[in-house]
């Protein structure tokens, strides 16, 4: 059974979803590859107190790292993924191939990666705003590039104003 729950935050609002109480989704506003809201089940702060304090202190820059219970719910391989995601540490970067050879997949197997990447349903706690393009570059972000630079800039020590 799902419900679902809105925060704000830096960014804008999340609408944080559980899946039989356990984390399953931040979604950001106007999110690429967004559930419809019907999906989200009934609206319930009860489950996410843990969640929001969590999200909180990373968003007052006491937290880098997250300890949640979480259920991805996707494909094997985007699990597998969106697994490897939270290894990458805390201000930090790769790009999409070298996600890909983590793996043990080749640098071709770079698209998949990002196809699955830019499907992560656990935004910010499941750190897909850390894998960037080949050169560095700040490529697509299901939550806009604007969301992605604030993100890395804010784990940097940068203070910026999202708008």
Same mark, same amino acid.
């Given at each position: 059974?799902?419900?679902?729950?809105?925060? %704000?935050?830096? @960014? +804008?609002k999340?609408? #944080?979803?559980?899946?039989?109480?356990?984390?399953?989704?931040?979604?950001?506003?106007?999110?690429?590859? &967004?559930?419809?809201?019907?999906?989200?089940?009934?609206?319930?702060? =009860?489950?996410?107190?843990? /969640?929001i304090?969590? #999200?909180?202190?990373?968003?007052a820059?006491?937290?880098?790292?997250? %300890?949640?219970? @979480?259920?991805?719910?996707?494909?094997?391989? *985007?699990?597998?993924?969106? *697994? !490897? &995601?939270?290894?990458?540490?805390?201000? =930090?970067? @790769?790009s999409?191939?070298?996600? !890909?050879?983590? #793996? +043990?997949?080749? *640098?071709? !197997?770079?698209? !998949? /990666?990002?196809?699955?990447n830019?499907?992560?349903?656990?935004?910010? @706690?499941?750190?897909?705003?850390?894998?960037? +393009?080949?050169?560095?570059?700040?490529?697509?972000?299901?939550?806009?590039?604007?969301?992605?630079?604030?993100? &890395?800039?804010?784990?940097?020590? %940068?203070? #910026?104003?999202?708008?």
């Amino acid at each position: 059974m799902k419900c679902h729950t809105v925060m %704000d935050t830096p @960014i +804008g609002k999340l609408t #944080l979803v559980a899946t039989d109480g356990v984390l399953s989704g931040v979604y950001m506003e106007k999110q690429r590859h &967004l559930p419809p809201f019907e999906t989200f089940g009934h609206p319930d702060p =009860e489950p996410f107190g843990e /969640v929001i304090r969590q #999200l909180n202190e990373y968003f007052a820059g006491d937290r880098k790292t997250f %300890d949640l219970p @979480i259920a991805f719910e996707g494909t094997e391989f *985007q699990r597998t993924v969106w *697994q !490897a &995601l939270c290894d990458i540490p805390y201000g =930090e970067t @790769i790009s999409y191939g070298e996600l !890909a050879l983590r #793996l +043990g997949k080749t *640098q071709a !197997a770079s698209r !998949a /990666v990002g196809l699955a990447n830019g499907k992560n349903p656990i935004s910010i @706690i499941v750190p897909c705003h850390r894998v960037v +393009g080949s050169t560095g570059d700040l490529t697509g972000y299901g939550g806009g590039i604007e969301r992605k630079r604030y993100l &890395l800039d804010f784990e940097r020590g %940068d203070t #910026l104003v999202y708008s």
